[in-house]
């Protein structure tokens, strides 16, 4: 009856030991960046930096645009971890990819197509801007 009471004893050791095992060598829970896809680099670049991260630029399409007015469309947490046997402290990075052509694609300039949901999309909002709001009636 003592070996089967020991047995017992050690199955349930260990399976209160294990998760506490787990949560020692478990990292801290790392917080993401705020989503920011979508949004154009210089709004996202503020929103970052805001929340404490550093963006940076990884990929980009296209040349059309000044940076700051190229569409983020993708975005990746990373943790760049200092210079070993330094002081230096872990930097928290969002790596972005960025959209730089043009928002609908003509005969001159590369784009979105007319046929894709972000082309119908820039193309109503471009009609929507330049489209002149009525005067109010004089009187």
Known sequence: MDEMNSRILGVV???V???AVSLVFSGPAQASSPNVVGQKYGDASSTLSGAGYTPVVRT???DRLAWSDCV???QVDHTEQPAPNSSGSAVNQ???SLNCDAA???AKAPGNSLGSPEGRAAAAA???STTPTPA????
């Open 60 to 62: 980009t399409v296209g």
């Open 104 to 106: 609908v694609a003509s």
């Open 13 to 15: 050791a260990i399976a």
């Open 17 to 19: 030991a294990a998760p």
């Open 126 to 128: 471009a009609k929507t």
């Open 72 to 74: 983020v469309t993708n």
């Open 94 to 96: 969002t790596l972005v």
């Open 136 to 139: 109010a009636p004089a009187g």
